[in-house]
């Protein structure tokens, strides 16, 4: 039945129309924006998950970016603990050369001094952003020193900052309230180290005005050499006490850049998840846009042609 008051034809083709806009539409808006996914909308679940670990991902940029000061923190405290044993073993020398006889002991311990002026220049100079793990001037002990090393998400939504952990009484060289807390101020027993079994003799390196026992490893013209050979002992132990400390930050070192290259890749590898989910692709939607657009043109002529369709009519009321 052909109607001047319902175009059945018409309200089809409208119908038609308006689906293949709303598709043009949503493909549009996926290839402008390059996301499958761009709001809670299009798909609610994957777009939780995406913004999820996005968030994630800047906890774990915020993350490397820690990983990069600790590993600054460490390599400037294990850049100063070198060179200290390079200074220690210059004053070992020094010490063995005062065992020959004729020496001008006096100069040799004018050249100690100064080396260890160098050794505290070195202690002091070994600060980054304020962090400083070799000289302490605290009553209270440096303690443990923490670098944020991970952020995890548990299977329960829970989320926690792992870190990287390093006791500073492993590396602390100079002390100014607590000798003993430190490696170059501290007091050695040289008779426990050569097992001579004639009694306690304690010396130590430097005195910075913290209580110490013992004597200051220093030499003068009468200095006898068994003396000279207790303070080398008590040097060569200092010396193997430094390079297990450097050892140590050296495995630090080692583990905070592993840990950093974990967390880019870790970072990498969640981008791509997320790209799995949301992102558009683009060979696709650049595919079904074109097929659209041609649908869209053909819905627009059949729109046309049914609402022609009753004019027609008008012929059947012409003379």
Do not use: C, H
Not at 144 to 151: G, H, N
Not at 209 to 232: F, K, N, Q, S
Not at 238 to 243: A, P
Not at 283 to 296: D, F, H, P, V, W
């Amino acid at each position: 039945m052909t109607s001047i008051m319902t175009n059945a034809a018409a309200m089809a083709a409208l119908q038609t129309l308006r689906s293949i806009d709303n598709n043009l539409e949503m493909t549009q808006r996926r290839v402008s924006s390059g996301y499958r996914v761009e709001t809670a909308a299009d798909n609610a679940g994957y777009w939780s998950i995406a913004t999820t670990m996005r968030s994630d991902n800047a906890a774990l940029s915020t993350v490397s970016d820690a990983l990069g000061l600790g590993a600054a923190t460490v390599d400037t405290a294990y850049t100063a603990l070198d060179n200290v044993v390079d200074v220690m073993s210059t004053i070992k020398a020094k010490l063995v050369a005062a065992r020959e006889p004729g020496v001008d002991k006096n100069k040799i311990n004018e050249e100690m001094t100064q080396l260890k002026n160098q050794l505290i220049s070195s202690a002091q100079s070994a600060s980054f952003s304020g962090e400083n793990w070799l000289y302490n001037t605290n009553a209270l002990e440096l303690g443990t020193k923490q670098v944020v090393s991970s952020f995890v998400r548990g299977a329960d939504g829970s989320v926690q900052v792992t870190t990287l952990d390093f006791d500073t009484a492993e590396s602390v060289l100079i002390d100014t309230q607590d000798a003993s807390r430190g490696f170059l101020t501290k007091s050695i027993d040289a008779d426990a180290l050569r097992n001579t079994g004639t009694g306690t003799r304690e010396y130590y390196l430097l005195d910075m005005g913290g209580p110490t026992g013992g004597d200051e490893i220093a030499i003068e013209t009468d200095t006898p050499d068994d003396v000279i050979d207790d303070m080398i002992a008590v040097v060569d132990n200092v010396i193997q006490q430094l390079t297990d400390a450097a050892a140590t930050l050296g495995a630090i070192t080692s583990r905070i850049e592993m840990q950093d290259n974990f967390v880019s890749n870790l970072m990498d590898v969640i981008d791509k998840g997320i790209g799995r989910l949301v992102d558009a692709d683009m060979n696709e939607e650049s595919t079904r846009l074109k097929a659209l657009q041609t649908q869209q043109q053909l819905g627009i002529q059949a729109l046309s042609i049914a609402n022609s369709s009753a004019e027609k009519l008008l012929t059947l009321f012409q003379r």
